[in-house]
Nanobody
């Protein structure tokens, strides 16, 4: 089972990027999906989350109104649309899938994708 992020890159301040996270090897539609990020010298932080059915989302205060998380359970993919990017959004972005099932956590992390916001 794995999740693989893509879509990172270099973008100018004020620009946009869309990250994708493709899942395989597990029942994607049963898992809560989250995006995290980790900037140099900082702890990993949660950016956004979406329920297994996609009917509820939540965001860190720092990205509310700028980022949108969504998922396509038919494609086993979760997305993070990032708009109005600032240099403070520069980080490695990680995708996470997790589920509590029959008394244990199932938890998968991707390898991360670099997002750099710079002029």
């Amino acid at each position: 089972a794995q999740v693989v992020e893509s879509g990172g890159g270099l973008v100018q301040p004020g620009g946009s990027l869309r990250l994708s996270c493709a899942a395989s090897g597990f029942t994607f539609s049963s898992y809560v999906m989250r995006w995290y990020r980790q900037a140099p010298g900082k702890e990993r932080e949660s950016v956004a989350g979406i329920t297994s059915a996609g009917d509820s989302t939540n965001y860190a205060d720092s990205v509310k109104g700028r980022f949108t998380i969504s998922r396509d359970n038919a494609k086993n993919t979760v997305y993070l649309q990032m708009n109005t990017l600032t240099p403070e959004d520069t980080a490695v972005y990680y995708c996470n899938a997790h589920q509590w099932y029959r008394g244990r956590w199932y938890d998968y992390w991707g390898q991360g994708t670099q997002v750099t916001v710079s002029s």
